[in-house]
């Protein structure tokens, strides 16, 4: 059996622009991405502490160090700059395998988007 599990979060960051007029998808600073195990590319949920919009989209990868992150698109219009949200991954895996693996979580400060 084959199940999906939570594979990446980062827990608490604070959106740092909102950019209406981009195709899509949230830039994440690339030390976030690393920390978290994301790739560019990869899907995940975004989920607003605000407001309680939860979307669906994929990453881009922003400037390192530079602590962005910023929803792209259409999400403009639910996530603004200041919102704290939460960023997650799931990976399907095999039901045994699932038991013993362990996610990548991070605990971002929030006032500047980096590690602590």
Do not use: W
């Amino acid at each position: 059996m084959v199940i999906e599990i939570l594979k990446s979060k980062i827990h608490r960051v604070t959106v740092t622009e909102a950019n209406l007029d981009y195709i899509g998808s949230i830039t994440l600073d690339e030390n976030l991405m690393e920390a978290a195990n994301l790739i560019a590319n990869e899907k995940v949920h975004v989920l607003n502490l605000m407001n309680g919009e939860r979307i669906e989209t994929y990453v881009i990868k922003g400037e390192r160090g530079s602590g962005v992150v910023c929803l792209n698109g259409p999400a403009a219009h639910k996530f603004s700059p200041g919102h704290i949200v939460i960023v997650v991954s799931y990976a399907f895996m095999d039901f045994e395998q699932a038991k013993t693996f362990v996610p990548h979580i991070v605990f971002p400060d929030t006032a500047t988007n980096t590690l602590v």
